[in-house]
């Protein structure tokens, strides 16, 4: 059973900083891309940031140079830190699996960034 578990959300101050991690079991993780993406109330679901099984990185202009994504192969799981978090990044944030025709999806955590 493919399983996909994001943790590390919450609430967090503008200008304040969040690590979301994705625990994945059922699948040989290093054949995967693993991607974060989000969805804000009334908003389509956006592609936040990917990793490819090799560790190239690609990130939504919104985000780049402010979240890192990353990934351990040995503890199946891949990460988004987010630094410098803006009222405009509030979101469920859901992490998804990615190799050939497999796609696998997290349930999602909850990012609300508020004074």
């Known amino acids: 059973q493919v399983q996909l578990v994001e943790s590390g959300g919450g609430l967090v101050q503008p200008g304040g900083s969040l690590r979301l991690s994705c625990a994945a079991s059922?699948?040989?993780?290093?054949?995967?891309?693993m991607n974060w993406y989000r969805q804000a109330p009334g908003k389509q679901r956006e592609l936040v940031a990917f990793i490819t099984s090799a560790g190239t990185t690609s990130y939504a202009d919104s985000v780049n140079g402010r979240f890192t994504i990353s990934r351990d192969n040995a503890k199946n799981s891949a990460y988004l830190q987010m630094n410098n978090l803006k009222p405009e990044d509030t979101a469920i944030y859901y992490c998804?699996?990615?190799?050939?025709?497999?796609?696998?999806w997290g349930q999602g955590t909850q990012v609300t960034v508020s004074s």
């Open positions: 998804a699996a990615n190799f050939a025709s497999k796609s696998y």
């Open positions: 059922g699948i040989s993780f290093g054949f995967f891309a």
